[in-house]
């Protein structure tokens, strides 16, 4: 029975783990998603109610939060994901995966699949698990419950299954790594404290600060015309626009000219990827030489300076780190470099972030955010208009205090209502999330820090070991998040231990049937956002947190399931074993039905019990939380540490800025590449990816890769309505819809290029295809590609090739540095060349004549299916 014309309210934020953004209202006719649109706060709230809030510029500008959501793109076209036609319908299995027989691991990614029914699918599962706990025990079972996906709760999508094995014995988890902050999370805590990723989370009314006192803003590796769209919404843009009003100007740093600084900035500093260190080096030499920094600030807010001024002077290496040295290396003349840190001296400057990029994800990427720190100390940050800010994540971790703006009064949670796993809990049996590979192949191996983005910095020193206590390592892999090739470093050495003969069992359950997915031995059907009741916020868009009864707009697809309702599915087979599987799925859930659940989780939220009414909050479908009361008089940022750093100290162990970090030289004595001092590192632990080095003769590009403009991390790769614009796909001669890859008009003129071709980008660990965008968007020396694009496998694991144009396949394995595991994903090598598709495809004719595959929407499940063709 289809459900009947309504409007629901959901969050369309992606973030997955139980919190949310981007608000909207569905419109719902005939059991169908017919429209996705804003909410208007005004048709249930006064400007009074909600303490509504102006700030003041310069020239008498203001900004004001306004009432209805700033609603991005991709909530708007999020029914056409909905439909996808690559949608999983039913449960499947690979054809020649046999749990009682040959279950040929080196056919995963190559294998087709066949439908089959919820029964046996589930029968399977709950056999598998019965025999590796006997065979293995219960940490033979890995669960990859991290990442980004979609906001639920009751429904979570990453972890359920989680709350059944903890009942059953234990498992081992895959760590949620800080992924689009791994320098700050590595780094710049070493620097500032900052807990528990790094990056500024003193924020409070630096947004007002900026517009009344700040001259300039840098905006570092920061497109928050394109990052915010899943994780804020449209506001952010209108504060820049505002920042433009009141005069600041916006210099854009950045290998290209990305969509912020195509609409904001000023200036642009086309850096090359990955080098970021020696620009920030070649400013401090600057500063230092010519006496233009705060050195009483420093003497008074800051340890360890004159460990910083022994290097960039040159006493330690005899090389001084001049902007004539800083030139090659990075790109930008030494003039510009002379210049930028000129004004710098002489105005008030702030530095703004959106998370991604060479900048934060690149190897060493710790050094260029510890370096940030050293600039922003030496002059003042926490004085009038000098401040690092996000556009993103404002209420990180529920801390209002991340947010620019005024904060509501509280940051609602859906913990009690959360059936997904906790980001750190399990500590004793996790894995980094860079390291997984190895377990998948059956190795032992030691890291430092258990990598969560939770984690604070002491857990960087702590030594940490897998297999633990005598284990057996991981046997069976089970997913919710069958995106780890597409979305991390080390893609094609990850494909390949996925078919690694230790790997005895792959459970995959997503909505989509996209990247390793197609590698899964079982793969379940879950259902999107609208097919599901649920309880949702939005704490990250920046006008007013909320509440959400999640409605269920639209019957589940096919046969799809809520990940909630699949793992319930798999704990009835297990009861059937007794023991510790002995009522199992009751001891889960309790016995509570989703109602109940969504009940607990709003009357637990956070908001006082003298403004709860579940009743009231059903019928109206949200509740806004208003702004803090005096909010006016909240401190300014880091305000009170630049007036008195022994009352407001940081978070570091002096309290101080440190220049040199007395713990990491404690604990990593012999680290040369993460010491206790920020340095340029040239290469190492791994890594040899500069454009001097002898590996750049053969692969001679920098790889620039961002988060995309028109996916979120691996998703909405289908959606026609994006693949109708031009700078979405290349369309090739084949007819295939290629992922684009930009290239400078003088680099494409030596390589025989033009806007269209087919190219591969490729080096030693494979290649990936992609289509031709020629433009002086993005410097001469880089190829730029955005992450997360579809993969369409022609080769999978080492020396691959793939036609989708996933530009992680072919990203280092090795971490941001020895004992940092952090992901690199953009910065390193690679070199590019024109290809003949029609060759390739007498090379490959399968895999190239997927025959319903469509340039308008992509890949289609059916070819992956006997029987469904």
């Known amino acids: 029975m289809k459900i009947?014309?309504?409007?629901?309210?959901?969050?369309?934020?992606?973030?997955?783990?139980?919190?949310?953004?981007?608000?909207?209202?569905?419109?719902?006719?005939?059991?169908?998603?017919?429209?996705?649109?804003?909410?208007?706060?005004?048709?249930?709230?006064?400007?009074?109610?909600?303490?509504?809030?102006?700030?003041?510029?310069?020239?008498?500008?203001?900004?004001?939060?306004?009432?209805?959501?700033?609603?991005?793109?991709?909530?708007?076209?999020?029914?056409?994901?909905?439909?996808?036609k690559n949608r999983v319908a039913h449960p499947m299995k690979r054809v020649d995966w046999d749990p009682q027989g040959e279950r040929h691991p080196e056919t995963r990614g190559t294998s087709k699949y066949v439908r089959i029914s919820w029964d046996e699918a589930t029968e399977i599962i709950a056999a598998e698990i019965k025999r590796v706990h006997d065979e293995y025990g219960p940490y033979s079972i890995l669960c990859q419950a991290d990442g980004h996906g979609e906001s639920k709760a009751v429904h979570a999508p990453h972890g359920c299954m989680t709350r059944l094995l903890e009942l059953c014995g234990g498992y081992t988890v895959q760590a949620r790594n800080p992924d689009s902050w791994e320098g700050w999370y590595w780094g710049a805590k070493h620097a500032w404290g900052m807990d528990p990723v790094g990056q500024n989370t003193h924020s409070t009314n630096t947004a007002q600060d900026i517009a009344q006192n700040c001259d300039a803003m840098l905006y570092w590796g920061c497109d928050l015309e394109t990052t915010t769209s899943a994780w804020g919404g449209q506001l952010a843009s209108k504060l820049a626009y505002w920042f433009d009003d009141c005069g600041i100007k916006h210099i854009a740093i950045a290998p290209d000219c990305n969509y912020t600084a195509a609409v904001h900035a000023d200036k642009w500093f086309p850096v090359l990827p990955n080098t970021d260190a020696a620009l920030q080096l070649a400013i401090a030499y600057v500063w230092l030489t010519e006496g233009t920094y705060e050195k009483e600030y420093v003497e008074t807010h800051a340890i360890g300076f004159d460990w910083l001024e022994y290097y960039v002077l040159g006493n330690e290496d005899g090389?001084?780190?001049?902007?004539?040295?800083?030139?090659?290396?990075?790109?930008?003349?030494?003039?510009?470099?002379?210049?930028?840190?000129?004004?710098?001296?002489?105005?008030?400057?702030?530095?703004?972030?959106?998370?991604?990029?060479?900048f934060i994800r690149a190897a060493f990427a710790h050094e260029p955010a510890r370096l940030e720190v050293y600039l922003l100390g030496m002059q003042g940050v926490g004085m009038p208009g000098r401040i690092s800010i996000k556009f993103i994540e404002w209420t990180l971790f529920g801390m209002t205090s991340c947010s620019p703006i005024p904060p509501s009064k509280l940051a609602p949670s859906?913990?009690?209502?959360?059936?997904?796993?906790?980001?750190?809990?399990?500590?004793?049996?996790?894995?980094?999330?860079?390291?997984?590979?190895?377990?998948?192949?059956?190795?032992?191996?030691?890291?430092?820090?258990?990598?969560?983005?939770?984690n604070d910095r002491p857990d960087q020193f702590v030594k940490l070991e897998f297999p633990t206590d005598g284990n057996a390592g991981i046997k069976m892999l089970w997913s919710d998040n069958p995106a780890f090739s597409t979305s991390l470093n080390g893609g094609y050495e990850y494909q390949d231990a996925l078919k690694s003969d230790n790997l005895e069992f792959y459970l995959v359950q997503a909505p989509w049937f996209e990247d390793d997915a197609r590698f899964a031995d079982i793969v379940l059907p879950i259902c999107t956002k609208f097919e599901t009741s649920d309880f949702g916020t939005d704490c990250d868009s920046g006008q007013w947190n909320a509440v959400i009864y999640e409605q269920a707009a639209i019957d589940p697809v096919g046969e799809a399931r809520s990940d909630w309702e699949a793992v319930q599915a798999v704990a009835e087979k297990l009861e059937r074993y007794g023991g510790v599987y002995e009522d199992v799925k009751h001891r889960m859930t309790g016995g509570k039905t989703v109602e109940q659940q969504i009940r607990e989780g709003y009357e637990a939220c956070g908001i006082p019990a003298d403004e709860l009414d579940f009743e009231a909050f059903k019928r109206n479908r949200y509740q806004l939380i208003p702004t803090v009361e005096g909010w006016e008089n909240q401190m300014v940022g880091l305000s009170g540490f630049a007036q008195n750093p022994e009352m407001f100290p940081l978070e570091t162990p002096s309290g101080k800025i440190e220049y040199y970090s007395p713990t990491l030289a404690e604990h990593f004595p012999d680290d040369h590449v993460r010491g206790p001092v920020a340095h340029w590192i040239e290469a190492g632990d791994g890594h040899d990816d500069r454009l001097n080095s002898e590996r750049a003769k053969k692969y001679p590009f920098l790889v620039e890769s961002n988060h995309p403009r028109w996916r979120v991390h691996a998703e909405f790769d289908d959606v026609e309505w994006f693949r109708e614009i031009e700078t979405c796909k290349v369309v090739g001669p084949d007819g295939y819809a290629y992922e684009p890859v930009w290239l400078n008009p003088s680099d494409a003129a030596k390589l025989g290029i033009q806007s269209g071709d087919v190219v591969s980008v490729f080096n030693e660990r494979g290649a990936v295809l992609g289509g031709a965008r020629v433009t002086e968007r993005v410097r001469d020396g880089v190829v730029y590609m955005d992450h997360g694009a579809n993969s369409d496998v022609i080769v999978s694991g080492i020396g691959g090739l793939d036609r989708g144009g996933d530009i992680n396949l072919i990203c280092p394995t090795h971490t941001s540095s020895k004992n940092a595991s952090g992901e690199v994903t953009s910065g390193y090598l690679a070199g590019v060349e024109k290809v003949d598709v029609f060759e390739l495809a007498a090379r490959y004719p399968e895999e190239f004549g997927r025959k319903n595959y469509s340039p308008e929407y992509g890949a289609d499940v059916r070819d992956y299916l006997i029987g469904e063709e």
């Open 414 to 454: 859906t913990a009690a209502a959360y059936n997904g796993w906790i980001i750190g809990s399990n500590a004793d049996h996790m894995i980094a999330k860079c390291h997984v590979h190895k377990a998948l192949r059956g190795e032992s191996f030691s890291w430092y820090g258990h990598g969560t983005a939770a």
């Open 4 to 84: 009947a014309d309504t409007t629901v309210v959901h969050n369309l934020g992606l973030e997955a783990c139980g919190g949310g953004a981007n608000m909207v209202a569905a419109d719902v006719k005939d059991g169908k998603l017919v429209r996705i649109r804003p909410v208007h706060y005004d048709e249930q709230y006064t400007k009074d109610e909600l303490n509504y809030w102006t700030l003041t510029g310069r020239n008498g500008t203001t900004f004001e939060p306004g009432m209805k959501s700033y609603t991005p793109p991709f909530p708007l076209v999020y029914k056409r994901r909905t439909y996808s």
């Open 319 to 358: 090389v001084p780190k001049t902007p004539e040295w800083a030139e090659p290396i990075c790109g930008i003349p030494a003039y510009r470099i002379k210049a930028l840190a000129r004004y710098w001296a002489r105005h008030n400057v702030s530095i703004a972030h959106c998370n991604g990029g060479s």
